[in-house]
């Protein structure tokens, strides 16, 4: 990053993340990145996409890697990963990533879904956008799991959950 992103007020950092990103994207067009849900990305997203629109980057060969997902929530629930994905980035640019891994929530077996996920991000990430919750949890690391642990279920703190 060309910034020191812990000191920027939230709009500045948002446009920086943006800017950053897409100037790998364009110097790496089919970058693997691995992207999380949450507010905290949200406006770097809206920003991302308004480059797109305005023709100053395409995700068009990028590949996308979910970072999280929640279980127990219905298909097109908008609390879902996948779905807020979509709704703050994806579905925002006018040509689609040429791929987009989802975690399968509604798998039966939502082990073996995070198995197959794990599976898909083990084949390399270029980037992966994180941030650190107000609890110190990463993604949907709570604090104390392992830095080498593959993808699984967790259950979620009640102080990430409430975003405290």
């Given amino acids: ?18 800017t950053d990103l897409a100037a790998r994207l ?12 949450g507010d905290t990305p949200s406006p770097a997203y809206a920003r991302l996409a308004a480059l797109a629109q305005a023709g100053r980057v395409s995700l068009a060969a990028a590949e996308i890697v ?7 929530l219905p298909p097109g629930h908008p609390a879902r990963c996948d779905v807020r994905l979509r709704r703050e ?12 891994h989802r975690i399968d929530a509604d798998d ?13 991000a083990a084949r390399g990430l270029d980037l992966a956008l994180l941030g650190l919750g107000a609890n110190g949890h990463v993604g949907l ?4 799991a392992r830095a080498d642990a593959s993808t699984g279920v967790v259950r979620i703190s009640l102080a990430s959950r409430r975003g405290v």
């Fill in 141 to 144: 690391n709570e604090p104390g």
């Fill in 108 to 120: 039966p077996d939502p082990v073996a879904a995070a198995a197959r996920h794990d599976e898909i």
């Fill in 66 to 72: 979910a970072l999280d997902e929640y279980l127990g």
């Fill in 1 to 18: 990053m060309t910034a020191r992103l812990d000191i920027l007020p939230a709009a500045a950092w948002a446009d920086q993340v943006a």
């Fill in 89 to 100: 980035l994806l579905d925002l640019l006018p040509e689609p990533p040429a791929e987009f």
């Fill in 26 to 37: 364009r110097e790496r067009p089919g970058l693997r990145l691995c992207l999380p849900t």
